[in-house]
């Protein structure tokens, strides 16, 4: 699981890469925490094109992200989403708590 | 009465979440030999992972213990994969399976009973506390037409 991130202007946009599983969300978890606590952003988008897996574990980490932004006042968006991972979204009716786009 | 499995394979590993990949993986190639499409192999990987996650978080959460793995292939294309570990069990199943409910912290979404319910076409949990928990799933593949027939 890789994470790339970009701030621009108090948008933080976080691109994964890799297999989102509980054993790749442990460090990812931490990564995004402390990503958002230095940019302190007003929008976070998470791009998960490059998601080649993903279970449970990337919905914990969704939720974790908007707690954290909703503290900050600020929006959560998911992006990019492959039809794996959308389908693990969807059975968790997790559109109906973040924007997916 | 039960049928006579036409393929089955074990499979025992550590409860490290290094071997979260490894396992899922090897169901999905066990289970390539029904002719799966894309969307029920992935749909078995997801429901493994949740199930070989939650042995590692909650079977053995302060240990490393053995996780063991099971699948069966039917006739009529029916798949039959058991999880299990010999560790802390599930105090109360029913409650376990509820959406949301987790006692693995910020960690866990509380969704894996969920995503293996939605994902396969039968879920039973058996747990004894201080023994451990047994996931039994089940999934119908959807027979397909060979091409030039």
Known sequence: MEIQAKSADRNLLLEFSGELDHHGARNALREVELTIDAALPKTLLLDFGGVTFMDSSGIALILRAQQRMQLLDGSVAVCNVPPQARRVLDAAGISRLVTIR | ?149
Do not use: W
């Open chain 2, 1 to 149: 009465m039960k049928s006579k499995a036409i393929n089955e394979i074990s499979l025992e590993f550590p409860s490290r979440s290094s071997n979260e990949g490894f396992a899922r993986s090897a169901v999905a190639c066990f289970a390539a030999q029904a002719d799966p499409t894309l969307n029920e192999l992935e749909d078995i990987k997801t429901a493994v992972s949740e199930a070989v996650t939650n042995a590692i978080v909650h079977g053995y959460p302060d240990s490393i213990g053995k996780v063991l793995i099971k699948v069966r292939l039917y006739s009529g294309n029916v798949l039959e994969i058991i999880v299990r570990d010999r560790g802390r069990g599930i105090q109360d199943v029913e409650k376990a399976r509820e959406p949301m409910f987790t006692t693995g912290g910020a960690e866990r979404s509380g969704m894996g009973f969920t995503i293996m319910e939605s994902f396969m076409d039968a879920l039973t949990v058996r747990s004894v506390p201080g023994r451990g928990t047994s996931v039994t799933m089940k999934k119908k593949l959807a027979p397909r037409v060979k091409a030039g027939t």
